[in-house]
C-alpha cells in the first residue's frame, strides 16, 4: 500500500524506483475511462462518507445525457448502472481508489482516492493548456 504523504501537495511525485511506476501504470489504467473518473470527482467532491451506486449512475447518466438528474432514468441509467457495477467500480475498488460494497451497492473512498484526483487535476489541467495554446482541440500530440 502507497502513502499519500509520500506526495507533495504540487503533485510532484516521489518516485522510489521500479514499484513506484508499476503503481503510476496499475492507477493510470484504472483512471483511463471517463466514467471512472467521474466516479473519482463525484467522490471527491461529496461531503458524505459513502454513496450508493444508484446515485453515482444517475448522476453520470444525467451529466453523460445533458439531462436534470431527476430524468436520468430509463435506459441510459441501467447502461450505466450496469457498467459500473460489473466493470468500473471492481476496477477503482482492485486498486484501493474506493471501497465498493456490492452487497450493499454503496462506494466510498479508499487510501488511493486523493492519489487519483491529484492525477484526474494535473491530466484535465494539462490538456486544457495543450488545447488553449496549440488552438486545437482534437490533436493531443
Given at each position: 500500500?502507497?502513502?499519500?504523504?509520500?506526495?507533495?501537495?504540487?503533485?510532484?511525485?516521489?518516485?522510489?524506483?521500479?514499484?513506484?511506476?508499476?503503481?503510476?501504470?496499475?492507477?493510470?489504467?484504472?483512471?483511463?475511462?471517463?466514467?471512472?473518473?467521474?466516479?473519482?470527482?463525484?467522490?471527491?467532491?461529496?461531503?458524505?462518507?459513502?454513496?450508493?451506486v444508484r446515485?453515482?449512475?444517475?448522476?453520470?447518466?444525467?451529466?453523460?445525457?445533458?439531462?436534470?438528474?431527476?430524468?436520468?432514468?430509463?435506459?441510459?441509467?441501467?447502461n450505466v448502472?450496469n457498467a459500473?457495477?460489473?466493470?468500473?467500480?471492481?476496477?477503482?475498488?482492485?486498486?484501493?481508489?474506493?471501497?465498493?460494497?456490492?452487497?450493499?451497492?454503496?462506494?466510498?473512498?479508499?487510501?488511493?482516492?486523493?492519489?487519483?484526483?491529484?492525477?484526474?487535476?494535473?491530466?484535465?489541467?494539462?490538456?486544457?493548456?495543450?488545447?488553449?495554446?496549440?488552438?486545437?482541440?482534437?490533436?493531443?500530440?
Amino acid at each position: 500500500m502507497y502513502d499519500v504523504r509520500q506526495y507533495s501537495a504540487l503533485g510532484e511525485l516521489i518516485m522510489s524506483g521500479e514499484k513506484d511506476e508499476e503503481f503510476l501504470s496499475v492507477l493510470y489504467h484504472a483512471l483511463r475511462t471517463h466514467r471512472r473518473r467521474r466516479v473519482i470527482r463525484i467522490l471527491a467532491e461529496t461531503e458524505d462518507k459513502s454513496v450508493t451506486v444508484r446515485c453515482l449512475a444517475r448522476r453520470i447518466a444525467s451529466t453523460e445525457h445533458d439531462i436534470p438528474r431527476a430524468q436520468a432514468t430509463g435506459e441510459p441509467y441501467r447502461n450505466v448502472y450496469n457498467a459500473l457495477t460489473q466493470t468500473h467500480l471492481p476496477v477503482l475498488a482492485d486498486t484501493d481508489i474506493i471501497s465498493y460494497n456490492s452487497s450493499r451497492q454503496t462506494v466510498s473512498p479508499s487510501s488511493n482516492l486523493q492519489i487519483a484526483v491529484l492525477l484526474v487535476i494535473i491530466n484535465a489541467s494539462t490538456v486544457q493548456i495543450i488545447q488553449k495554446d496549440t488552438g486545437n482541440n482534437n490533436r493531443f500530440y
